[in-house]
């Protein structure tokens, strides 16, 4: 296949219809892995609800959040990241979910953090996990973590109890910053955790001096946020074609490029990047399809990347 740019994909997948979406990855399934505590597989993509996800929740018209998780159900996709944080995200997507009938076809992965100036009142968290169940509409919902590290002494407590009591299938914590990298490692050593959330990219390599290594160890299921930078890795490669050595991975876009280098490591579970629109839900879901970089390769990905200008 010739090479094709994340804006070649967009405009082939821009104009397809409903029932298009629904069958485009219907010949190839979405690679899967599982969850390393108890063996469950997810698909590797998901979808994320910061950024531009959360600016459309909080309008008027969600349509294209609707047409967003559609596209990701009606092709194989489950894994939903969201956080009281993301504004009205969790709700939005909630009461979508509910009014489309795929809320139990959804992997929901949600958080804590009522955390202030570095405490957490225990009935404010209790307070702010029943919001979740109550926009959710699950009687257990599949992930809890707490969000940012924050105080892990109130918070993971009142996580590990519901998940004694059968409320929530899965724990975790979660963080972006470099800065909590220390006590995200020793929570890791420390805490029973089915899953940490964790930025990673193919120009934000930190996490595989130790984090990714130790979650493999550990047992502990990686979901990855922010594999584009956000939007820095668009800027970086600009209108630059795919290379053509892309094919042998079969990435078909800059989009699928970034999040197979990130799917190449063996510890990630799955990656949740945040869209808006339908046509980016299904080119991202093309990064879960055919093969795979190996090591040999995604060492050659990142020297193409490290070699760009800084975005």
């Known amino acids: 296949m010739s090479e094709m740019t994340r804006r070649n994909w967009l405009k082939l997948t821009a104009g397809a219809s409903a029932l298009y979406a629904e069958k485009l990855f219907a010949q190839q399934r979405l690679i899967t892995r599982q969850v390393p505590s108890?063996?469950?597989?997810?698909?590797?993509?998901?979808?994320?609800?910061?950024?531009?996800?959360?600016?459309?929740?909080?309008?008027?018209?969600?349509?294209?959040?609707?047409?967003?998780?559609?596209?990701?159900?009606?092709?194989?996709?489950?894994?939903?990241?969201?956080?009281?944080?993301?504004?009205?995200?969790?709700?939005?997507?909630?009461?979508?979910?509910?009014?489309?009938?795929?809320?139990?076809?959804?992997?929901?992965?949600?958080?804590v953090n009522v955390a202030r100036q570095g405490k957490a009142?225990?009935?404010?968290?209790?307070?702010?996990?029943?919001?979740?169940?109550?926009?959710?509409?699950?009687?257990?919902?599949?992930?809890?973590?707490?969000?940012?590290?924050?105080?892990?002494?109130?918070?993971?407590?009142?996580?590990?109890?519901?998940?004694?009591?059968?409320?929530?299938?899965?724990?975790?914590?979660?963080s972006t910053s470099k800065n909590q990298y220390p006590l995200l490692l020793e929570t890791m050593r420390n805490e029973p955790l089915d899953f940490i959330g964790v930025d990673y990219a193919v120009d934000n390599r930190d996490a595989e001096e130790a984090i990714l290594p130790l979650a493999r160890e550990r047992k502990i299921g990686v979901l990855v946020y922010v594999p584009f930078g956000r939007t820095r890795l668009f800027r970086r490669v600009g209108d630059r074609p795919l290379p053509d050595w892309a094919a042998e991975f079969d990435a078909k876009s800059w989009a699928q490029f970034f999040l197979k280098y990130v799917l190449g490591h063996p510890a990630v579970t799955a990656v949740t990047p945040a869209t808006s629109q339908p046509k980016n839900m299904l080119d991202n879901l093309g990064g879960a399809v055919g093969r795979l970089p190996d090591e040999a390769m995604r060492k050659r990905m990142a020297e193409f990347v490290d070699a760009l200008p800084s975005a």
């Open 121 to 174: 009142d225990p009935a404010a968290a209790r307070a702010q996990i029943e919001t979740s169940f109550s926009r959710i509409k699950k009687a257990k919902i599949d992930l809890i973590q707490v969000h940012n590290l924050a105080d892990l002494p109130t918070q993971l407590s009142i996580l590990k109890e519901l998940k004694s009591a059968g409320r929530v299938r899965y724990i975790g914590v979660t």
């Open 38 to 111: 108890s063996g469950e597989a997810l698909p590797v993509v998901g979808l994320g609800s910061s950024a531009t996800f959360s600016r459309v929740a909080r309008s008027e018209d969600v349509s294209a959040l609707r047409a967003v998780l559609r596209t990701l159900v009606q092709n194989g996709g489950s894994v939903f990241d969201t956080a009281p944080a993301y504004g009205a995200s969790e709700e939005v997507a909630g009461r979508i979910a509910q009014e489309e009938g795929f809320t139990d076809k959804i992997f929901w992965a949600t958080k």
